[in-house]
């Protein structure tokens, strides 16, 4: 089955390969055979999107020279776009302010042109990026706004990443039931859309939710898929994100060897691409796993390294983890004056940044530094405090659990207010299509009517003709009965009545003449009457 599985991978690879490169290979072709044009330019916007994941240097160059000609032909909607894809490539290499000058930027001139698209995607972009900050509430508005913004577009295909990103935001929260179900969600809507990269980054953070409630086989098959179809794309984030979660998977299960071959294939992926903060996620899962393996030494230069590039991203809630995790690796060294010190510096961010959890721990850590050291005194102080703090973590828990809940009742009424809306807007199309079949009905009628009457014309004047040509045949048998059916028995008569003896009017020859007589008006009676028949014929 693996086998299979492997094989499967592979061909898709390669022919998912294919078609990138040949996607590659036409957008140059177009810009090169291109004007100076507006269609220049978004060519170069395209180019710079396909290459952002796989290749930030060739993003960013083909954003700003985008960016450039779009300025110089006052093309506003060109220049948002190479802004939006700006602000993603300084989102992949750990420049967040950047990222959201250019994002913000790139946002107004969207809206200023009402381009209600290309705002739906900086929103989304900017909500990526207030998350990797750890600004949860900012993230979860922008994502909200998104997923309404897209609703409203009816755009089937930024639908699922607005669904999953707010899936992030009940991941950082704790709400692993309600991030699990917008994964999901957004997966099977991924692959209606036959979408890769979504797919790609949704298995992933599923699997992130499977390893975190305790289910490692479910997390290692989402963590492999996401894995494997990172690799047909050729996205080296999406591989670099991959392999660090099994890593981190397999060093859970204490299998220390192989999640060191996994963080150090990710390590090269991101330094590649010049990701710093999946560099320093990976020194820092190289020095867990040598912290694991006994090696103190690798533990803390690989933890120190990941420290130096949280310190210069500024992540301040990373640097303190980093910093605990330094502060463990020293007391279990038996360096506790070292491991005071990092602990300390832990302590001063959470309590700057309000990191409950982290403060806890590292209070129990300092509190058992000063046992080893035997101050009692300040380990009963750390040891109360931690106490506290978990208590202050309970009610928090509590208070947090009626705001999930005050927001899930907003979030409800919103999501009315958006299906209200919908349906209104269905409601009208329904009405339009309605309108709009009654009037092909009126025309299909009107039409028909006019064809009819056509026709019933065509009959009329048909049937006139017929019976003036049937009148003329008549009025022809007329005339020759005139001339020659009445002329016989006429001129008969004119010739007897010569012959009558008016001298002798009761001779024998008058008297056969008389019958001769009556015989020929007979004849003419008849012929008369035929010719009445034809005149007086209805019609």
């Known amino acids: 089955m693996l086998e299979k599985l492997l094989l499967t991978s592979l061909l898709i690879s390669i022919f998912t390969s294919r078609l990138y490169a040949q996607e590659i290979d036409s957008l140059h072709s177009l810009i090169r055979q291109a004007k100076a044009s507006t269609l220049k330019v978004d060519y170069m916007s395209s180019l710079s999107r396909v290459y952002r994941f796989s290749n930030p240097d060739s993003a960013t160059f083909w954003a700003k020279q985008g960016l450039l000609l779009a300025r110089k032909l006052n093309y506003e909607k060109g220049i948002a776009k190479c802004l939006n894809h700006l602000g993603v490539i300084h989102w992949i290499r750990g420049n967040y302010d950047s990222a959201i000058i250019y994002l913000t930027n790139s946002l107004q001139i969207s809206k200023n042109i009402k381009d209600e698209e290309q705002q739906a995607s900086c929103l989304n972009n900017l909500g990526l990026v207030h998350k990797e900050k750890g600004e949860c509430a900012k993230a979860f508005q922008y994502f909200y706004q998104t997923v309404a913004l897209d609703r409203k577009l009816n755009d089937t295909v930024s639908i699922p990443i607005g669904i999953n990103n707010l899936g992030t935001i009940y991941h950082m929260q704790g709400r692993y039931d309600s991030a699990l179900y917008c994964y999901l969600e957004a997966f099977e809507l991924f692959k209606q859309n036959e979408n890769k990269e979504g797919q790609r980054y949704t298995s992933n953070n599923i699997g992130m939710i499977y390893d975190i409630i305790k289910n490692r086989q479910k997390a290692y098959y989402y963590y492999m898929k996401s894995l494997s179809i990172a690799k047909s794309l050729k996205d080296q984030q999406g591989i670099n994100m991959a392999m660090t979660n099994i890593g981190n998977l397999l060093y859970q299960q204490k299998q220390y060897d192989s999640a060191l071959y996994y963080y150090n294939q990710s390590l090269a992926v991101s330094q590649k691409i010049e990701e710093k903060e999946g560099i320093a996620e990976n020194y820092l899962g190289m020095g867990n796993a040598w912290d694991a393996l006994g090696d103190k030494s690798l533990a803390s230069k690989y933890a120190l390294k990941a420290l ?203 008297a056969q003449i008389i019958d001769y007589l009556k015989e020929s008006a007979e004849k003419l009676d008849a012929v008369i009457r035929e010719i009445g028949s034809k005149t007086y014929t209805k019609k």
Request: charged share 30%; net charge positive.
């Open 308 to 510: 130096a590039i949280y310190q210069q991203i500024g992540h301040q809630e990373k640097i303190a983890n980093t910093l605990l995790n330094i502060a463990k690796i020293e007391y279990e060294a038996k360096r506790y004056k070292k491991s005071k010190k990092n602990a300390e510096e832990a302590m001063k961010i959470s309590n700057r940044i309000g990191l409950l959890p982290l403060r806890k721990e590292i209070q129990y850590l300092l509190h058992n530094i000063f046992y080893q050291q035997k101050n009692y005194k300040q380990a009963l102080y750390f040891y109360k405090m931690a106490n506290a703090t978990k208590d202050s973590l309970f009610d928090i828990e509590k208070q947090r659990m009626i705001e999930r809940l005050q927001l899930d009742f907003e979030v409800k009424i919103k999501q009315n207010e958006i299906d209200r809306l919908l349906r209104e807007k269905k409601q009208k199309e329904i009405e339009i299509t309605y309108k709009n079949r009654q009037m092909y009905l009126i025309v299909i009628i009107f039409t028909l009517l006019i064809i009819l009457l056509g026709i019933a014309f065509l009959y009329i004047r048909k049937k006139r003709r017929l019976e003036q040509v049937l009148m003329e045949k008549k009025l022809d048998e007329i005339a020759w009965i005139n001339s020659h059916v009445i002329r016989a028995p006429l001129a008969t008569i004119l010739g007897l009545v010569q012959l009558f003896d008016k001298e002798n009017p009761h001779s024998e020859d008058n």
